[in-house]
């Protein structure tokens, strides 16, 4: 009894530290001794104490777009191009915002099926077109990225299939830095790029890289970035998914305010906002597609304070308060949240196609007023701070236009110091963990563990009894006793974890070989990213359902069962339907990746596939011997076949 306690006391007390360690490495409110330990332009209180301050004039402020992951595609959704063309005609045409960031995935670069991956020339041109016809360049400053399928089946930069090269508005390869320049400051625009290059084929670049190279560059860039005013990163990848050398993407991003990406569409739908805050402080702002979501994003700069809306296309009004900030997202180690409390007047940006007839403001429930027009789309509210100095307050503004349309916009304000409320924890999960290293250490424990217990019962002692464990560990004593079955399924999975699992075409014209650890291509070393995860499922999805299966079924034949025998056990049917049943699928999802690998990657890679191909034809052997072979008899503990 008291070994038992022991034990939970602990377990109990590795649960505390566990639970201790995931609660703080998510929590995302505001840490000021934490998040500005590096900074060395932690002036923000000394900024916010000067001016000017947020006043009722058309001045310190500019604001820009960010649109990510527009999908241009000769095969879906044929409302895509025409939609954006009227983006970039009539929404930028009425926002005018002084640049515009299109952060990815410009085309879809997919097969018709869209299981393949390849460069269409006419998406390329149809997006090229668009920017002409709109003169969208002429208007503002485009600035257009590279995303995943910008890079799909890509061997360099000077490929003829690289039409980003051709036919983008920026043309810029790699990491860069534009400064803004305005009349009161300039503003650094910081591209991460993290694209694959060589860029394989689907799905396999679905994570970034950033070498040591790429990534004192960036460095180089966040100094340059210090002498401007405020510094906003951007790329396409989230930083969860960019896989980058010590110190990290986030920690050589820390002076940013905020890092804006997209890639995630939204997760489906089922996380529609993606928002947290890294360690350092900087804002993640992951954006909505549009591709399916028609999503977009305003973003502001007023007196060196960061604001945004995310909006939906052609839902006008569009509404964006400047001034009080919205309190979750305040980054005090680089922003002046002093001129908040010094500000004289409430700033509301409205847009809408047709004339704003009224903007009406409340703050806690109590009507202020009506916002005056102080030029352009910027609305102001004559405001006392002072009323508001302590705990969290809402302010939810009312715009309306002529057309009869109306939008709200309602966000929490704070003016009291460390006081930000923090992120959802799956949010911040999504975007602050470094899933290439969940999934690496995921895959090598489930590997250990599969191996580990093959070669364990090899060499254990198993005595037989009748409780359900006395019997599990018999059958896995069977399989292991069994030379075809332990060498078969020892030989898959160490293919698995350290072999080949296919080789092929990875790019059109280059061969290359695919493992766990990463993938080569035609002399390149791409590190291991995604492999991980994919080998995850593919350990729980077949290598270890066809190892519990093959024990079951050797089980049966130890006990004098046969494949028909084994249905008529009385009681017993219906859950021998579901375990066959189970098995039919998990060899149907098989059979699945191996079409995948030839739609994919194409006949060669389809053929030379241990991992695949050749581990179902594997299993359904392993299977056949299993219920037609000789029936294995247990002697001493010890496992034979008889001949």
């Given at each position: 009894m008291l070994k038992l306690f022991g034990a939970l006391v602990i377990l109990g007390l590795a649960l505390a530290c566990i639970t201790s360690w995931v609660l703080?490495?998510?929590?995302?409110?505001?840490?000021?001794?934490?998040?500005?330990?590096?900074?060395?332009?932690?002036?923000?209180?000394?900024k916010g104490n000067s001016p000017p301050f947020p006043g009722g004039e058309l001045n310190n402020i500019f604001w820009f777009i960010q649109v990510s992951d527009i999908h241009i595609s000769r095969f879906h959704d044929p409302r895509r191009i025409p939609d954006f063309e009227r983006f970039c005609t009539d929404t930028i045409g009425v926002i005018k915002p002084a640049l515009v960031l299109a952060t990815g995935d410009l085309t879809d670069a997919k097969t018709e099926s869209k299981v393949g991956s390849l460069q269409h020339e006419v998406e390329w041109q149809a997006y090229h077109n668009i920017l002409k016809r709109s003169r969208v360049m002429e208007r503002t400053k485009w600035i257009d990225i590279r995303g995943n399928?910008?890079?799909?089946?890509?061997?360099?930069?000077?490929?003829?299939?690289?039409?980003?090269?051709?036919?983008?508005?920026?043309q810029k390869v790699g990491s860069f830095h534009y400064v803004h320049k305005t009349p009161f400051?300039?503003?650094?625009?910081?591209?991460?790029?993290?694209?694959?290059?060589?860029?394989?084929?689907?799905?396999?670049?679905?994570?970034?890289?950033?070498?040591?190279?790429?990534?004192?560059?960036?460095?180089?860039?966040?100094?340059?970035?210090?002498?401007?005013n405020q510094s906003i990163w951007f790329g396409h990848y989230t930083t969860s998914t960019i896989v980058s050398p010590s110190p990290g993407v986030r920690e050589i991003m820390r002076s940013a305010v905020a890092y804006l990406c997209g890639h995630l569409h939204t997760l489906g739908g089922l996380m529609p906002i993606l928002h947290s805050r890294h360690p350092q402080g900087t804002l993640e702002l992951e954006l909505?597609?549009?591709?399916?979501?028609?999503?977009?994003?305003?973003?502001?700069?007023?007196?060196?304070?960061?604001s945004f809306s995310d909006l939906t296309f052609e839902q006008w009004p569009a509404v964006l308060i400047t001034n009080p900030k919205d309190a979750q997202y305040l980054h005090p180690g680089v922003e002046p949240l002093g001129r908040i409390r010094r500000s004289t007047?409430?700033?509301?940006?409205?847009?809408?196609?047709?004339?704003?007839?009224?903007?009406?403001?409340?703050?806690?429930?109590?009507?202020?007023?009506?916002?005056?027009?102080?030029?352009?789309?910027?609305?102001?509210?004559?405001?006392?701070?002072?009323?508001y100095l302590t705990g969290l307050h809402t302010i939810r503004v009312k715009v309306e236009d002529s057309a009869g349309r109306s939008s709200v916009r309602e966000q929490h304000f704070t003016l009291e110091d460390n006081l930000t409320p923090s992120f959802g924890f799956v949010q911040s999960f999504i975007l602050l963990t470094?899933?290439?290293?969940?999934?690496?250490?995921?895959f090598i424990c489930m590997m250990l563990l599969n191996v580990g217990v093959l070669l364990a019962f090899r060499f254990l002692h198993v005595s037989s009894g009748r409780g359900l464990s006395s019997q599990a560990c018999m059958s896995l004593h069977l399989v292991s006793k069994m030379d075809t079955f332990y060498y078969s399924l020892l030989l898959f999975n160490l293919c698995t974890a350290l072999g080949p699992w296919f080789i092929g075409e990875l790019i059109d014209g280059h061969s290359g070989a695919c493992f766990a650890f990463g993938?080569?291509?035609?002399?390149?070393?791409?590190?291991?990213?995604?492999?991980?995860?994919?080998?995850?499922?593919?350990?729980?999805?077949?290598?270890?359902?066809?190892?519990s299966y093959l024990c079951w079924s050797l089980h049966h034949r130890c006990r004098g069962?046969?494949?028909?025998?084994?249905?008529?056990?009385?009681?017993?049917?219906?859950?021998?339907?579901?375990?066959h049943f189970f098995m039919l699928l998990l060899f149907t999802w098989q059979a699945h990746s191996c079409y995948f690998l030839l739609e994919t990657y194409g006949p060669m890679a389809f053929f030379l596939s241990p991992v695949r191909t050749w581990a179902l034809g594997l299993g359904l052997l392993l299977v056949y011997r299993a219920w037609t072979g000789p029936a294995p008899l247990l002697r001493d503990s010890k496992c034979v076949s008889p001949s």
């Open positions: 703080d490495s998510y929590d995302t409110a505001w840490h000021p001794k934490r998040s500005v330990q590096h900074q060395t332009v932690g002036d923000g209180d000394e399928h910008d890079a799909f089946n890509i061997m360099s930069l000077d490929s003829i299939n690289n039409y980003y090269r051709k036919y983008s508005a920026n400051g300039n503003y650094s625009f910081v591209c991460a790029d993290a694209t694959l290059m060589p860029g394989p084929k689907r799905p396999y670049n679905f994570f970034g890289i950033l070498n040591k190279t790429q990534m004192e560059l960036l460095d180089r860039l966040r100094a340059e970035s210090m002498k401007s909505g597609d549009w591709m399916d979501n028609r999503r977009y994003r305003v973003l502001a700069i007023d007196h060196d304070l960061l007047h409430i700033r509301i940006l409205a847009f809408s196609e047709a004339q704003i007839t009224a903007v009406h403001v409340s703050v806690d429930g109590e009507p202020l007023g009506k916002g005056l027009s102080a030029g352009g789309p910027l609305y102001v509210l004559l405001w006392d701070p002072s009323l470094d899933h290439y290293i969940f999934g690496r250490v995921a993938v080569f291509i035609d002399g390149h070393f791409l590190e291991g990213s995604l492999t991980y995860v994919v080998g995850v499922v593919q350990l729980l999805f077949f290598n270890m359902p066809l190892t069962n046969t494949f028909r025998s084994h249905f008529l056990r009385p009681g017993c049917r219906w859950r021998t339907l579901v375990i």
